[in-house]
């Protein structure tokens, strides 16, 4: 099972830090809340009517009475909810969607900026510790990681070498690893997928981002192209993918 079900709950506002420049950890006290890594949560970034719809978040972490999620500061949303002081209420729907297909077996995950985030989540529930390979415009947008063989690299060279997160892949043998996970920009999950010999591209999960409207299957704003014509919807068909489930040829972000 990689699902379980959502519920509509207030969460309170416990702590709220800039991590690095642009990047905000949140956590939230909300009694008995669980979910499996991979999963997400619409919040109510506002109590005013806008923005209108929820913000959509990887849980980071579980938390022993709560949660904890990192985000990139976009826009009003992401402004809106780092702006809440700790005890402010917000409204939360979720875990939502399908996470990380879980199972025995050595994982390599592999990330974008803040495609990582829920990668501790998802480290935490695995019965190896996995490799990790992390990738980030600059040192200062890594985000923490300490729960496995982590291996950075950066597009300026300011922490590890200079290239991006698929120029690590030469290093890396498929084959000894039974699930390859990979999230972040579509540019760079395509460039993952690429770059595998198609005999292991079978063991590709992927993490997919979409602009989403209701997170829960209804409205269709968050449809991606499937393998074979069509579309799947991120939220409830996602937000985790088989790699071969996507057309990759047609998903553009
Ligand atoms: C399943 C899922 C999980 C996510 N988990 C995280 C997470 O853990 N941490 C995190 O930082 N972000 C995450 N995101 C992206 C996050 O939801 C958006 O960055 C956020 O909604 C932006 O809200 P805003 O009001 O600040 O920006 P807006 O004002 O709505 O948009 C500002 C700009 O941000 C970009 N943007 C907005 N939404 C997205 C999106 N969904 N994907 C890519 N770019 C977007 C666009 O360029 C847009 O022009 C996730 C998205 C999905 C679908
Ligand atoms: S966001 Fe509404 S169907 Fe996916």
Same mark, same amino acid.
């Given at each position: 099972m990689n699902r379980i079900l959502p519920d509509d709950f207030i969460a309170e506002t416990?702590?709220?830090?800039?991590?690095?420049?642009?990047?905000?950890?949140?956590t939230f006290s909300a009694p008995g809340f669980r979910s499996l890594p991979g999963q997400f949560l619409e919040i109510e970034v506002s109590p005013g009517p806008f923005p209108v719809t929820r913000r959509p978040f990887t849980v980071n972490r579980l938390l022993p009475e709560g949660f904890e999620i990192l985000f990139d500061l976009r826009g009003r949303g992401t402004e809106l909810l780092s702006s809440?002081?700790?005890?402010? $209420?917000?409204?939360?729907?979720?875990? #939502?969607?399908? =996470?990380?297909?879980? !199972?025995?077996?050595?994982?390599?995950? +592999?990330? *974008?900026?803040m495609g990582c985030a829920g990668f501790s989540f998802l480290a935490g529930e695995l019965e190896e510790p996995p490799t990790v390979l992390m990738g980030a415009s600059t040192a200062d947008r890594l985000l923490p990681f300490d729960d496995g063989d982590l291996r950075v690299i950066t597009e300026d060279g300011s922490?590890? $070498?200079?290239?991006?997160?698929?120029? #690590?892949?030469? =290093?890396?043998?498929? !084959?000894?690893?039974?699930?390859?996970? +990979?999230? *972040?920009?579509v540019p760079m999950m395509r460039g993952?997928?690429?770059?595998?010999p198609p005999g292991h591209r079978r063991r590709v999960q992927v993490s997919a981002e979409s602009r989403m409207g209701c997170?829960?299957?209804?409205?269709?704003?968050?449809?991606?192209?499937?393998?074979?014509?069509g579309y799947v919807k991120c939220c409830s068909d996602g937000p985790v993918f088989a790699g071969d489930e996507l057309d990759w040829d047609r998903w553009t972000v």
């Open positions: 416990a702590s709220v830090r800039r991590i690095r420049p642009g990047i905000v950890c949140m809440l002081s700790p005890g402010s $209420p917000v409204r939360v729907l979720g875990p #939502l969607g399908n =996470g990380w297909r879980l !199972g025995p077996g050595k994982w390599l995950l +592999v990330g *974008g900026g922490s590890g $070498p200079r290239g991006r997160v698929t120029d #690590l892949l030469p =290093g890396i043998e498929p !084959g000894d690893y039974r699930v390859v996970a +990979v999230c *972040g920009p993952v997928w690429l770059s595998l997170g829960w299957g209804v409205c269709g704003g968050c449809a991606v192209p499937a393998a074979g014509g």
